[in-house]
């Protein structure tokens, strides 16, 4: 499975969970004793109580369905430029799956495919400077 495969299927988890949840929160029971402004919240802190309440209150469907959009344009973004090591991570958080223990594991992109920005453009993209990232290196060389 590419990266871009991992962040699709973790966003495809996300979506129908998503929408699950709103219709469930907008006409199930257990959420009309609440204030419709703060029935995730409260239904979720009540009903779970502690960290693991008050983590799940912070993620209503919205957010969720944000979430899974991101990954989606995490997932544009790793086919055309390579994969946002942090959004991959979320994504196997999800998918329940594991990192690569190596980054041989991980296959980059071939120079040509990804890097074809000005420095400017890739630090917008990558969280390493553009020398030290083993696409944009190569591309930047291949230029001058």
Do not use: F
Not at 62 to 75: D, G, I, K, P, Q
Not at 97 to 115: L, Q, Y
Request: net charge negative.
């Amino acid at each position: 499975m590419t990266p871009a495969d991992e962040l699709r299927t973790a966003a495809d988890k996300l979506e129908p969970l998503a929408a699950a949840a709103q219709e469930d929160l907008d006409g199930g029971d257990y959420w009309m004793v609440y204030d419709p402004a703060t029935a995730w919240h409260d239904g979720l802190t009540n009903g779970m109580g502690g960290a693991s309440g008050d983590l799940a209150a912070a993620l209503p469907p919205n957010a969720v369905t944000e979430l899974a959009r991101w990954l989606r344009s995490a997932a544009r973004d790793a086919r055309e430029i390579g994969p946002d090591p942090h959004a991959l991570a979320v994504a196997r958080a999800i998918n329940g799956s594991s990192t690569p223990t190596s980054a041989a594991a991980e296959p980059a992109p071939a120079a040509v495919e990804h890097c074809v920005h000005d420095r400017a453009v890739h630090q917008h993209h990558h969280h390493t400077p553009v020398d030290g990232c083993p696409w944009c290196a190569a591309s930047v060389e291949a230029r001058s």
